[in-house]
Protein backbone atom coordinates (compact mmCIF):
# COMPACT_ATOMS: atom_id res chain seq x y z
CA UNK A 1 0.00 0.00 0.00
CA UNK A 2 0.93 3.31 -0.41
CA UNK A 3 0.51 4.78 2.94
CA UNK A 4 -2.84 5.12 4.83
CA UNK A 5 -4.53 8.12 4.91
CA UNK A 6 -6.43 8.29 8.39
CA UNK A 7 -10.10 9.61 7.82
CA UNK A 8 -12.23 11.00 10.15
CA UNK A 9 -15.65 9.82 11.31
CA UNK A 10 -16.96 13.47 10.66
CA UNK A 11 -15.28 13.74 7.41
CA UNK A 12 -17.04 10.27 6.16
CA UNK A 13 -20.11 11.16 7.66
CA UNK A 14 -20.33 14.58 5.42
CA UNK A 15 -20.68 11.86 2.39
CA UNK A 16 -23.58 10.54 2.77
CA UNK A 17 -26.13 10.94 -0.28
CA UNK A 18 -26.92 8.61 -3.09
CA UNK A 19 -23.87 10.81 -5.46
CA UNK A 20 -21.28 11.19 -2.60
CA UNK A 21 -21.87 7.93 -0.41
CA UNK A 22 -18.97 6.58 1.81
CA UNK A 23 -19.56 3.57 4.02
CA UNK A 24 -16.68 2.20 6.55
CA UNK A 25 -16.09 -1.31 5.70
CA UNK A 26 -13.52 -3.25 8.23
CA UNK A 27 -11.80 -0.07 8.95
CA UNK A 28 -11.39 1.03 5.20
CA UNK A 29 -13.59 3.86 3.78
CA UNK A 30 -14.95 3.04 0.51
CA UNK A 31 -16.75 5.98 -2.03
CA UNK A 32 -19.45 3.45 -2.91
CA UNK A 33 -21.14 6.60 -5.06
CA UNK A 34 -20.65 4.82 -8.53
CA UNK A 35 -20.86 0.95 -7.54
CA UNK A 36 -24.20 1.50 -5.40
CA UNK A 37 -26.43 1.75 -8.19
CA UNK A 38 -25.09 -1.01 -9.70
CA UNK A 39 -25.07 -3.51 -6.49
CA UNK A 40 -26.34 -7.04 -7.28
CA UNK A 41 -28.38 -6.77 -3.50
CA UNK A 42 -29.43 -3.52 -4.39
CA UNK A 43 -29.21 -0.09 -4.60
CA UNK A 44 -30.86 0.33 -0.87
CA UNK A 45 -28.84 -2.14 0.87
CA UNK A 46 -25.85 0.21 0.55
CA UNK A 47 -27.17 3.69 1.05
CA UNK A 48 -28.95 3.61 4.15
CA UNK A 49 -25.22 2.90 5.16
CA UNK A 50 -24.34 6.03 3.79
CA UNK A 51 -21.64 7.99 5.89
CA UNK A 52 -21.73 5.64 8.35
CA UNK A 53 -19.75 2.34 9.64
CA UNK A 54 -21.75 -0.56 7.67
CA UNK A 55 -18.89 -3.30 8.43
CA UNK A 56 -21.56 -5.40 10.53
CA UNK A 57 -24.26 -5.06 7.66
CA UNK A 58 -21.42 -6.62 4.66
CA UNK A 59 -20.07 -9.06 6.92
CA UNK A 60 -23.52 -10.67 7.47
CA UNK A 61 -23.82 -11.22 3.96
CA UNK A 62 -20.25 -11.09 2.56
CA UNK A 63 -17.01 -12.72 2.53
CA UNK A 64 -14.43 -10.19 4.06
CA UNK A 65 -12.34 -10.35 0.89
CA UNK A 66 -15.32 -9.88 -1.51
CA UNK A 67 -15.63 -5.92 -1.44
CA UNK A 68 -11.53 -5.45 -2.46
CA UNK A 69 -12.07 -8.54 -4.80
CA UNK A 70 -14.74 -7.08 -7.07
CA UNK A 71 -14.03 -3.33 -6.45
CA UNK A 72 -10.08 -3.72 -6.81
CA UNK A 73 -8.73 -1.10 -8.78
CA UNK A 74 -11.62 -0.24 -10.38
CA UNK A 75 -13.19 1.16 -7.86
CA UNK A 76 -12.37 3.77 -4.70
CA UNK A 77 -9.55 1.94 -2.31
CA UNK A 78 -7.21 4.55 -3.97
CA UNK A 79 -9.18 7.27 -2.01
CA UNK A 80 -7.92 6.29 1.22
CA UNK A 81 -4.13 5.79 0.45
CA UNK A 82 -3.61 8.21 -1.71
CA UNK A 83 -2.67 11.95 -1.12
CA UNK A 84 -5.88 14.20 -1.78
CA UNK A 85 -3.46 15.81 -4.36
CA UNK A 86 -3.46 12.46 -6.37
CA UNK A 87 -6.49 11.67 -6.05
CA UNK A 88 -8.39 14.25 -7.21
CA UNK A 89 -6.04 14.84 -10.06
CA UNK A 90 -6.47 11.11 -11.27
CA UNK A 91 -10.56 10.55 -10.51
CA UNK A 92 -10.88 13.88 -11.97
CA UNK A 93 -13.02 15.20 -15.39
CA UNK A 94 -13.60 18.19 -16.77
CA UNK A 95 -16.12 20.68 -15.10
CA UNK A 96 -19.64 18.64 -14.56
CA UNK A 97 -17.74 15.48 -15.16
CA UNK A 98 -20.45 14.38 -17.56
CA UNK A 99 -18.29 12.68 -20.49
CA UNK A 100 -16.71 10.73 -17.27
CA UNK A 101 -20.02 9.37 -16.73
CA UNK A 102 -20.43 8.61 -19.81
CA UNK A 103 -17.70 7.04 -20.85
CA UNK A 104 -18.73 4.47 -18.56
CA UNK A 105 -22.82 4.45 -18.38
CA UNK A 106 -22.39 3.93 -22.11
CA UNK A 107 -21.34 0.24 -21.82
CA UNK A 108 -24.24 -0.38 -19.51
CA UNK A 109 -26.23 0.51 -22.33
CA UNK A 110 -25.17 -2.04 -24.75
CA UNK A 111 -26.58 -5.73 -24.34
CA UNK A 112 -25.05 -8.62 -25.95
CA UNK A 113 -26.38 -11.29 -28.19
CA UNK A 114 -25.13 -14.47 -26.65
CA UNK A 115 -24.83 -17.59 -29.58
CA UNK A 116 -24.82 -20.32 -27.26
CA UNK A 117 -24.64 -24.47 -27.77
CA UNK A 118 -21.13 -23.80 -29.78
CA UNK A 119 -18.54 -25.22 -27.93
CA UNK A 120 -16.36 -22.96 -25.53
CA UNK A 121 -14.27 -25.26 -23.28
CA UNK A 122 -11.07 -23.56 -24.82
CA UNK A 123 -10.47 -19.73 -25.43
CA UNK A 124 -7.88 -17.42 -26.56
CA UNK A 125 -7.77 -13.89 -25.93
CA UNK A 126 -4.40 -13.38 -27.77
CA UNK A 127 -4.87 -10.82 -30.61
CA UNK A 128 -1.85 -9.00 -32.27
CA UNK A 129 -1.75 -4.89 -31.90
CA UNK A 130 0.49 -2.86 -34.66
CA UNK A 131 1.39 -6.48 -35.96
CA UNK A 132 3.25 -7.47 -32.08
CA UNK A 133 1.48 -10.39 -30.59
CA UNK A 134 -0.21 -9.39 -27.01
CA UNK A 135 -2.14 -12.21 -24.50
CA UNK A 136 -4.91 -9.58 -24.21
CA UNK A 137 -6.63 -6.43 -26.31
CA UNK A 138 -5.78 -4.11 -23.57
CA UNK A 139 -3.60 -1.50 -23.17
CA UNK A 140 -2.18 0.41 -20.84
CA UNK A 141 -2.92 3.91 -21.22
CA UNK A 142 -0.67 6.62 -20.88
CA UNK A 143 -1.67 8.28 -17.67
CA UNK A 144 0.44 10.84 -16.11
CA UNK A 145 2.49 10.94 -12.64
CA UNK A 146 2.27 7.22 -11.48
CA UNK A 147 4.52 8.28 -8.68
CA UNK A 148 1.99 9.98 -7.00
CA UNK A 149 -0.05 6.92 -6.48
CA UNK A 150 3.16 4.97 -5.48
CA UNK A 151 6.36 5.43 -5.84
CA UNK A 152 7.13 2.04 -7.88
CA UNK A 153 5.16 4.27 -10.55
CA UNK A 154 5.47 3.62 -13.96
CA UNK A 155 8.09 1.14 -13.77
CA UNK A 156 6.04 -0.93 -11.37
CA UNK A 157 2.91 -0.47 -13.99
CA UNK A 158 5.63 -1.31 -16.98
CA UNK A 159 7.20 -4.16 -15.21
CA UNK A 160 3.06 -5.77 -14.76
CA UNK A 161 2.14 -5.07 -18.26
CA UNK A 162 5.52 -6.65 -20.11
CA UNK A 163 4.87 -9.87 -17.72
CA UNK A 164 1.63 -10.26 -18.57
CA UNK A 165 2.12 -9.95 -21.77
CA UNK A 166 0.57 -6.54 -22.91
CA UNK A 167 1.43 -3.12 -23.79
CA UNK A 168 2.15 -0.41 -21.80
CA UNK A 169 1.68 3.46 -23.79
CA UNK A 170 4.42 5.20 -21.78
CA UNK A 171 3.56 8.88 -21.38
CA UNK A 172 5.85 11.68 -21.83
CA UNK A 173 4.03 12.98 -18.72
CA UNK A 174 5.38 9.89 -16.54
CA UNK A 175 6.88 10.95 -13.56
CA UNK A 176 10.37 9.54 -14.23
CA UNK A 177 12.39 9.82 -18.00
CA UNK A 178 11.34 6.92 -20.40
CA UNK A 179 14.95 5.55 -19.88
CA UNK A 180 14.27 4.65 -16.10
CA UNK A 181 11.15 3.18 -16.49
CA UNK A 182 12.37 0.61 -18.81
CA UNK A 183 15.47 -0.28 -18.30
CA UNK A 184 14.05 -2.09 -15.08
CA UNK A 185 12.00 -4.44 -17.23
CA UNK A 186 13.87 -7.21 -18.80
CA UNK A 187 11.51 -7.29 -21.88
CA UNK A 188 12.08 -6.53 -24.86
CA UNK A 189 11.09 -2.67 -25.69
CA UNK A 190 8.69 -3.43 -28.40
CA UNK A 191 6.16 -4.21 -25.19
CA UNK A 192 5.80 -0.60 -25.29
CA UNK A 193 4.89 2.49 -27.08
CA UNK A 194 5.46 6.09 -26.17
CA UNK A 195 3.09 9.14 -26.00
CA UNK A 196 3.72 12.32 -27.42
CA UNK A 197 2.34 15.84 -26.66
CA UNK A 198 4.21 18.28 -29.64
CA UNK A 199 5.99 20.94 -27.44
CA UNK A 200 6.06 24.49 -29.04
CA UNK A 201 9.19 24.28 -29.33
CA UNK A 202 9.60 21.60 -31.98
CA UNK A 203 13.57 20.61 -31.60
CA UNK A 204 12.37 19.83 -27.99
CA UNK A 205 9.79 17.15 -29.74
CA UNK A 206 12.64 16.07 -32.27
CA UNK A 207 15.45 15.37 -29.70
CA UNK A 208 12.46 13.54 -27.55
CA UNK A 209 11.44 11.30 -30.57
CA UNK A 210 15.51 10.73 -31.26
CA UNK A 211 15.64 9.17 -27.49
CA UNK A 212 12.41 7.27 -27.72
CA UNK A 213 13.88 5.75 -30.87
CA UNK A 214 17.03 4.71 -29.63
CA UNK A 215 15.77 3.05 -26.60
CA UNK A 216 13.95 0.69 -29.00
CA UNK A 217 10.06 2.03 -29.15
CA UNK A 218 9.41 1.68 -32.48
CA UNK A 219 5.41 3.05 -32.60
CA UNK A 220 4.20 6.47 -30.96
CA UNK A 221 0.94 7.94 -30.21
CA UNK A 222 0.65 11.21 -30.80
CA UNK A 223 -2.40 13.12 -28.71
CA UNK A 224 -4.28 15.38 -30.33
CA UNK A 225 -7.15 16.01 -27.96
CA UNK A 226 -5.55 18.47 -25.25
CA UNK A 227 -4.49 21.80 -27.22
CA UNK A 228 -5.52 23.13 -24.07
CA UNK A 229 -5.97 21.85 -20.59
CA UNK A 230 -9.59 20.76 -19.31
CA UNK A 231 -11.05 22.81 -16.88
CA UNK A 232 -10.54 20.16 -14.06
CA UNK A 233 -12.25 21.86 -10.75
CA UNK A 234 -11.45 19.28 -8.28
CA UNK A 235 -7.82 19.01 -9.28
CA UNK A 236 -7.32 22.62 -9.12
CA UNK A 237 -8.96 23.37 -5.64
CA UNK A 238 -6.47 21.23 -3.98
CA UNK A 239 -3.21 22.77 -3.58
CA UNK A 240 0.14 20.22 -3.91
CA UNK A 241 2.03 19.67 -1.02
CA UNK A 242 4.96 19.31 -3.04
CA UNK A 243 6.05 20.40 -6.23
CA UNK A 244 5.86 17.88 -9.04
CA UNK A 245 7.82 17.77 -12.00
CA UNK A 246 7.82 16.11 -15.51
CA UNK A 247 11.03 15.10 -16.69
CA UNK A 248 10.31 14.94 -20.09
CA UNK A 249 8.27 17.60 -20.54
CA UNK A 250 10.56 19.88 -18.31
CA UNK A 251 7.74 21.10 -16.81
CA UNK A 252 6.92 21.68 -13.35
CA UNK A 253 3.27 21.89 -10.68
CA UNK A 254 2.85 25.44 -9.27
CA UNK A 255 0.40 27.35 -7.71
CA UNK A 256 -0.59 30.23 -9.56
CA UNK A 257 -3.81 32.35 -8.60
CA UNK A 258 -6.32 30.29 -10.54
CA UNK A 259 -5.92 27.19 -8.95
CA UNK A 260 -3.64 24.50 -8.90
CA UNK A 261 -4.51 21.90 -11.71
CA UNK A 262 -1.59 19.61 -12.47
CA UNK A 263 -2.31 19.81 -16.10
CA UNK A 264 -2.67 23.06 -16.49
CA UNK A 265 0.53 24.18 -14.70
CA UNK A 266 2.75 21.33 -16.82
CA UNK A 267 0.87 21.16 -19.54
CA UNK A 268 2.16 24.56 -20.88
CA UNK A 269 4.94 22.97 -23.34
CA UNK A 270 1.81 21.89 -25.36
CA UNK A 271 1.82 23.71 -29.07
CA UNK A 272 -1.64 24.40 -30.13
CA UNK A 273 -1.46 25.46 -33.00
CA UNK A 274 -0.39 21.46 -34.14
CA UNK A 275 -2.94 20.77 -37.11
CA UNK A 276 -3.15 17.99 -39.63
CA UNK A 277 -0.64 19.29 -41.90
CA UNK A 278 1.95 19.01 -39.54
CA UNK A 279 1.68 15.02 -39.78
CA UNK A 280 4.40 15.76 -42.44
CA UNK A 281 7.09 16.89 -39.94
CA UNK A 282 5.13 14.36 -37.62
CA UNK A 283 6.20 11.43 -40.32
CA UNK A 284 9.35 12.69 -40.68
CA UNK A 285 10.80 12.91 -37.25
CA UNK A 286 9.27 9.35 -36.32
CA UNK A 287 10.60 6.21 -38.96
CA UNK A 288 7.96 4.11 -37.13
CA UNK A 289 4.42 3.10 -36.59
CA UNK A 290 2.14 6.53 -35.95
CA UNK A 291 -1.35 6.20 -34.15
CA UNK A 292 -3.23 9.40 -33.63
CA UNK A 293 -4.83 9.40 -29.70
CA UNK A 294 -8.18 11.69 -29.14
CA UNK A 295 -10.21 11.10 -32.49
CA UNK A 296 -13.81 12.25 -32.05
CA UNK A 297 -15.77 12.03 -35.39
CA UNK A 298 -15.82 9.60 -38.69
CA UNK A 299 -14.56 12.99 -40.20
CA UNK A 300 -11.06 13.22 -38.24
CA UNK A 301 -11.04 9.34 -38.15
CA UNK A 302 -10.93 9.60 -42.15
CA UNK A 303 -8.69 12.50 -42.18
CA UNK A 304 -5.97 10.47 -40.26
CA UNK A 305 -6.53 7.00 -41.87
CA UNK A 306 -6.34 8.69 -45.40
CA UNK A 307 -2.58 10.53 -44.24
CA UNK A 308 -1.16 7.04 -43.15
CA UNK A 309 -1.12 6.72 -39.67
CA UNK A 310 -1.22 3.15 -38.38
CA UNK A 311 -4.25 3.56 -36.08
CA UNK A 312 -6.32 5.87 -34.08
CA UNK A 313 -7.51 5.73 -30.54
CA UNK A 314 -11.17 6.98 -30.49
CA UNK A 315 -11.34 9.17 -26.93
CA UNK A 316 -12.12 11.50 -24.88
CA UNK A 317 -9.17 11.59 -22.68
CA UNK A 318 -10.98 9.89 -19.89
CA UNK A 319 -13.71 12.63 -19.91
CA UNK A 320 -10.84 15.36 -18.45
CA UNK A 321 -10.60 17.91 -21.18
CA UNK A 322 -13.91 18.92 -23.44
CA UNK A 323 -17.07 18.07 -21.13
CA UNK A 324 -19.92 16.25 -23.38
CA UNK A 325 -17.26 15.30 -25.61
CA UNK A 326 -18.59 11.85 -27.10
CA UNK A 327 -17.35 8.62 -25.40
CA UNK A 328 -14.91 6.68 -27.50
CA UNK A 329 -17.77 3.81 -27.58
CA UNK A 330 -19.95 6.50 -29.02
CA UNK A 331 -17.50 7.50 -31.69
CA UNK A 332 -16.98 4.17 -32.64
CA UNK A 333 -20.95 3.18 -33.16
CA UNK A 334 -20.40 6.18 -35.66
CA UNK A 335 -17.60 4.82 -37.81
CA UNK A 336 -19.67 1.42 -37.55
CA UNK A 337 -22.88 3.86 -39.02
CA UNK A 338 -20.49 5.90 -41.56
CA UNK A 339 -17.79 4.81 -42.55
CA UNK A 340 -17.23 0.99 -41.53
CA UNK A 341 -14.52 -0.04 -43.93
CA UNK A 342 -11.91 2.56 -42.05
CA UNK A 343 -11.94 -0.21 -39.15
CA UNK A 344 -9.98 -2.99 -41.67
CA UNK A 345 -7.83 0.19 -42.77
CA UNK A 346 -6.27 0.89 -39.59
CA UNK A 347 -6.32 -0.19 -36.03
CA UNK A 348 -8.82 1.33 -34.01
CA UNK A 349 -8.42 1.57 -30.00
CA UNK A 350 -11.30 2.98 -27.86
CA UNK A 351 -10.82 4.01 -24.31
CA UNK A 352 -12.61 5.80 -21.48
CA UNK A 353 -14.53 3.94 -19.16
CA UNK A 354 -13.70 0.48 -20.06
CA UNK A 355 -13.66 -1.46 -16.72
CA UNK A 356 -14.72 -4.62 -17.49
CA UNK A 357 -14.14 -8.11 -19.63
CA UNK A 358 -17.61 -7.44 -21.08
CA UNK A 359 -16.57 -3.83 -21.70
CA UNK A 360 -13.67 -4.89 -23.35
CA UNK A 361 -15.54 -7.73 -25.41
CA UNK A 362 -18.60 -4.92 -26.84
CA UNK A 363 -15.66 -2.66 -27.96
CA UNK A 364 -14.06 -5.56 -29.71
CA UNK A 365 -17.27 -7.04 -31.30
CA UNK A 366 -18.08 -3.42 -32.43
CA UNK A 367 -14.50 -3.52 -34.52
CA UNK A 368 -12.12 -2.12 -32.11
CA UNK A 369 -8.51 -3.79 -32.09
CA UNK A 370 -8.06 -3.24 -28.81
CA UNK A 371 -9.16 -1.06 -25.79
CA UNK A 372 -6.43 1.34 -23.30
CA UNK A 373 -7.59 1.56 -20.03
CA UNK A 374 -6.61 4.54 -17.55
CA UNK A 375 -7.66 5.07 -13.92
CA UNK A 376 -7.92 1.69 -13.07
CA UNK A 377 -3.96 0.89 -13.55
CA UNK A 378 -2.97 4.27 -11.34
CA UNK A 379 -5.78 3.01 -8.51
CA UNK A 380 -3.79 -0.50 -9.00
CA UNK A 381 -1.02 0.99 -7.69
CA UNK A 382 -2.48 1.41 -4.22
CA UNK A 383 -1.85 -2.58 -3.55
CA UNK A 384 2.12 -2.43 -4.23
CA UNK A 385 3.85 -4.57 -7.14
CA UNK A 386 1.00 -7.05 -6.83
CA UNK A 387 -1.44 -4.31 -7.98
CA UNK A 388 -1.29 -3.78 -11.37
CA UNK A 389 -0.49 -7.51 -12.40
CA UNK A 390 -3.77 -8.59 -9.98
CA UNK A 391 -5.68 -5.84 -12.17
CA UNK A 392 -4.47 -7.65 -15.82
CA UNK A 393 -5.57 -10.89 -14.10
CA UNK A 394 -9.33 -9.52 -13.54
CA UNK A 395 -9.63 -8.72 -17.15
CA UNK A 396 -8.02 -11.45 -18.33
CA UNK A 397 -10.11 -14.10 -16.19
CA UNK A 398 -13.62 -11.78 -17.25
CA UNK A 399 -12.75 -11.52 -20.97
CA UNK A 400 -12.48 -14.95 -21.13
CA UNK A 401 -15.64 -16.01 -19.21
CA UNK A 402 -17.55 -12.90 -21.37
CA UNK A 403 -16.69 -15.14 -24.32
CA UNK A 404 -17.73 -18.04 -23.58
CA UNK A 405 -20.81 -16.84 -22.48
CA UNK A 406 -21.38 -14.55 -25.62
CA UNK A 407 -20.26 -17.90 -27.88
CA UNK A 408 -16.69 -17.36 -28.82
CA UNK A 409 -13.25 -18.82 -28.59
CA UNK A 410 -11.12 -16.53 -30.27
CA UNK A 411 -11.41 -12.38 -30.49
CA UNK A 412 -11.26 -13.11 -34.55
CA UNK A 413 -14.93 -14.34 -34.18
CA UNK A 414 -15.91 -11.00 -32.52
CA UNK A 415 -19.06 -9.43 -34.47
CA UNK A 416 -21.36 -6.55 -34.25
CA UNK A 417 -24.44 -9.25 -34.44
CA UNK A 418 -23.08 -10.34 -31.06
CA UNK A 419 -24.36 -6.61 -29.70
CA UNK A 420 -27.44 -4.86 -29.40
CA UNK A 421 -26.65 -1.33 -29.74
CA UNK A 422 -30.00 0.07 -29.92
CA UNK A 423 -30.44 1.94 -26.88
CA UNK A 424 -27.29 4.07 -28.70
CA UNK A 425 -28.11 4.12 -32.17
CA UNK A 426 -29.94 7.21 -32.36
CA UNK A 427 -27.52 9.19 -30.63
CA UNK A 428 -25.19 8.69 -33.47
CA UNK A 429 -25.17 11.66 -35.60
CA UNK A 430 -27.04 11.00 -38.64
CA UNK A 431 -25.56 12.59 -41.48
CA UNK A 432 -21.62 13.92 -41.38
CA UNK A 433 -20.60 15.83 -44.33
CA UNK A 434 -18.71 13.63 -46.89
CA UNK A 435 -15.18 13.54 -45.91
CA UNK A 436 -13.09 14.22 -49.50
CA UNK A 437 -12.73 10.26 -50.79
CA UNK A 438 -8.52 10.33 -51.53
CA UNK A 439 -7.43 13.51 -50.64
CA UNK A 440 -5.09 14.24 -47.62
CA UNK A 441 -6.24 18.01 -46.42
CA UNK A 442 -3.93 20.85 -46.76
CA UNK A 443 -6.06 23.08 -44.27
CA UNK A 444 -6.99 22.99 -40.30
CA UNK A 445 -10.69 21.49 -40.49
C1 LIG B 1 -22.86 -1.62 2.82
C2 LIG B 1 -22.87 -2.90 2.76
C3 LIG B 1 -22.57 -3.72 1.52
C4 LIG B 1 -21.55 -3.61 0.62
C5 LIG B 1 -20.41 -2.61 0.61
C6 LIG B 1 -21.73 -4.66 -0.37
C7 LIG B 1 -20.87 -4.90 -1.41
C8 LIG B 1 -21.02 -5.91 -2.32
C9 LIG B 1 -20.07 -6.24 -3.34
C10 LIG B 1 -18.73 -5.55 -3.57
C11 LIG B 1 -20.58 -7.27 -4.07
C12 LIG B 1 -19.90 -7.99 -5.23
C13 LIG B 1 -20.32 -7.38 -6.55
C14 LIG B 1 -19.62 -7.97 -7.75
O1 LIG B 1 -19.13 -9.10 -7.70
O2 LIG B 1 -19.56 -7.26 -8.78
C15 LIG B 1 -21.86 -7.59 -3.50
C16 LIG B 1 -22.68 -8.59 -3.97
C17 LIG B 1 -23.90 -8.89 -3.42
N1 LIG B 1 -24.49 -8.28 -2.32
FE1 LIG B 1 -23.69 -6.82 -1.17
N2 LIG B 1 -22.87 -5.35 -0.05
C18 LIG B 1 -23.41 -4.80 1.09
C19 LIG B 1 -24.54 -5.19 1.74
C20 LIG B 1 -25.41 -6.16 1.28
C21 LIG B 1 -26.62 -6.56 1.93
C22 LIG B 1 -27.11 -5.98 3.25
C23 LIG B 1 -27.18 -7.52 1.14
C24 LIG B 1 -28.43 -8.32 1.31
C25 LIG B 1 -29.31 -8.12 2.25
C26 LIG B 1 -26.33 -7.73 0.00
C27 LIG B 1 -26.56 -8.61 -1.02
C28 LIG B 1 -25.69 -8.90 -2.05
C29 LIG B 1 -25.91 -9.94 -3.06
C30 LIG B 1 -27.13 -10.84 -3.14
C31 LIG B 1 -24.80 -9.92 -3.90
C32 LIG B 1 -24.55 -10.84 -5.13
C33 LIG B 1 -24.10 -12.19 -4.67
C34 LIG B 1 -22.78 -12.15 -3.96
O3 LIG B 1 -21.77 -11.80 -4.60
O4 LIG B 1 -22.73 -12.46 -2.75
N3 LIG B 1 -25.26 -6.90 0.13
N4 LIG B 1 -22.11 -6.75 -2.44
C1 LIG C 1 -4.56 10.92 -14.36
C2 LIG C 1 -4.61 10.83 -15.84
C3 LIG C 1 -3.55 11.32 -16.58
C4 LIG C 1 -3.58 11.23 -17.97
N1 LIG C 1 -2.50 11.66 -18.68
C5 LIG C 1 -2.50 11.53 -20.03
C6 LIG C 1 -1.35 11.92 -20.77
O1 LIG C 1 -0.37 12.39 -20.23
N2 LIG C 1 -1.39 11.75 -22.11
C7 LIG C 1 -2.49 11.22 -22.76
O2 LIG C 1 -2.48 11.07 -23.98
N3 LIG C 1 -3.58 10.84 -22.06
C8 LIG C 1 -3.60 10.99 -20.72
N4 LIG C 1 -4.70 10.58 -20.02
C9 LIG C 1 -5.84 9.98 -20.73
C10 LIG C 1 -5.65 8.46 -20.83
O3 LIG C 1 -4.63 8.14 -21.72
C11 LIG C 1 -6.93 7.76 -21.32
O4 LIG C 1 -7.36 8.36 -22.52
C12 LIG C 1 -8.06 7.78 -20.29
O5 LIG C 1 -7.54 7.68 -18.99
C13 LIG C 1 -9.01 6.63 -20.53
O6 LIG C 1 -10.08 6.67 -19.64
P1 LIG C 1 -10.17 5.82 -18.28
O7 LIG C 1 -9.29 6.49 -17.29
O8 LIG C 1 -11.61 5.93 -17.95
O9 LIG C 1 -9.74 4.40 -18.59
C14 LIG C 1 -4.70 10.67 -18.64
C15 LIG C 1 -5.76 10.17 -17.88
C16 LIG C 1 -5.72 10.24 -16.50
C17 LIG C 1 -6.86 9.68 -15.72
Redesign the pocket.
Known amino acids: MAGTKRISVGEVAQHCSPSNCW?V?NEHV?D?SE?AP?????CD??L??AGQE?SQ??N????SD??S???TANELVAQDTFSEKAWKFYSSGATDMLSVKANRSLYDRNWFRPRLLRNVRDVSTKCTVQGVECSLPVIVAPVALAKLANPIGETGIAKAAASRGIFHCVPITASGPGEDIISDVPFPATVFFFQLYVAKNRAVSESLLRRVWELGIRTLFVTIDAPVAGKREADEKVKAQEMIAMPMTGTRSREDGTGSGLTRTTGSFIDSSLCWDDLTWLKAQWPGKLVIKGIQSVEDAQIAAEAGVSGIVLSNHGGRNLDTSPPGLLTLIELQRHLPSILSHVEVYVDGGVRRGTDILKALCLGAKAVLVGRPFLYSLAYGENGPQHLIDIFQAELEAAMKLVGITDLSQARPAFVNTHDLDHLVVKDVRAPAAHVIPQSKI
Open positions: VIWLFKHPGGAIRYAAYEVHALIKAL
